[in-house]
């Protein structure tokens, strides 16, 4: 005669006393307790301004420029291997002032 052998999932499904979860209430956020003034009137929060940054060149934006313009450096130097980060930052001189003149 061959026992057969009950799996956990087997078990659980026959309605085994696994602990079942409960699920609670969440409390309010405690960061919107406390925003109100005086007289009930909602206060307002002041920022630092904000500062003017200058607008730098940022290759990632441009890189299939940059790409492009290494590749018409690599073949203006006669297809020679071994020169390809000396023709990317080329390149990315290139576009930079093409972009920072054009405004």
């Known amino acids: 005669m061959a026992e057969t052998r009950k799996t956990k999932t087997a078990s659980r499904a026959a309605g085994s006393s696994a602990p079942k979860r409960v699920t609670r209430a969440k409390a309010p956020a405690a960061t919107h307790a406390g925003t109100e003034g005086p007289a009930g009137a909602a206060s307002v929060r002041k920022t630092a301004p904000r500062r003017r940054t200058a607008r730098g060149f940022d290759p990632a934006l441009h890189h299939e420029e940059i790409a492009h313009e290494a590749y018409l450096l ?4 006669g297809m020679e291997h ?3 980060q000396e023709d990317w930052h080329r390149a990315v001189e290139i576009v930079r002032s093409r972009h920072t003149a054009a405004r």
Not at 74 to 77: E, G, H, K, T, V
Request: hydrophobic content about 30%; overall charge positive.
């Open 74 to 77: 690599w073949l203006s130097r």
């Open 82 to 84: 071994g020169r390809d």
